[in-house]
């Protein structure tokens, strides 16, 4: 601890509005994208890498024993019994175009972070989260993915691959993902 709140150990109340305080200025220092590191939840769909904002993702679950929905698109899978709530679950790379994903143990379902939309997305892999500073952004790659581009919120360049910032929260507001029957 700095010297300042090692001074506020005995006066907790006191401590707790410098904490605060000091979570309120961060925050707004990554509004102003004046925060040293931007982070998001790592995970690969076949071949590409993307990063989803931390606050679009609940959970990261193994993947569940899926049921059929008969009339549906292929990309939704089914739907999985988690903890008492019926979870959809789709197949993310395939929704996007790709085939449809080989069942493999490193498949992970992200469970979108919403009370009002519940929806699972089965990727082929998560790899936790990584840390971008400014300097790595690369808008421009989105022009890349033009099918992907409603769903992207920019993209980086490290690590000698491009990571893309796939909004979980704009796709399933899109229309396409919505009439998945």
């Known amino acids: 601890m700095s010297l300042d709140l090692v001074e506020l150990r005995e006066k907790p109340f006191d401590l707790l509005l410098e904490l605060e305080s000091r979570i309120r200025h961060s925050r707004m220092d990554v509004v102003a994208g004046q925060a040293p590191a931007w982070v998001g939840l790592a995970f690969r769909l076949r071949d590409r890498w993307y990063v989803a904002p931390r606050d679009d993702v609940r959970e990261v679950i193994v993947t569940p024993r899926l049921s059929k929905v008969p009339g549906t698109r292929s990309w939704l ?42 929806a699972g997305f089965l990727v082929d892999e998560v790899v936790g989260y990584r840390q971008f500073v400014p300097a790595d952004q690369r808008h421009e790659l989105k022009d890349d993915m033009p099918k992907l581009a409603p769903y ?29 029957g």
């Not at 993209?155 to 979980?168: I, K, N, Q, T």
């Open 152 to 180: 992207l919120l920019g993209a980086f360049a490290r690590e000698g691959r491009p990571w893309y910032v796939l909004s979980l929260r704009k796709l399933t507001a899109a229309p396409e993902f919505v009439n998945a």
């Open 77 to 118: 899978l089914g739907v999985a019994n988690v903890r008492g709530n019926l979870l959809p679950v789709t197949d993310l790379g395939e929704l996007f175009g790709e085939t449809p994903v080989a069942s493999d143990r490193a498949n992970r379902v992200l469970v979108f972070n919403s009370e009002r939309v519940p």
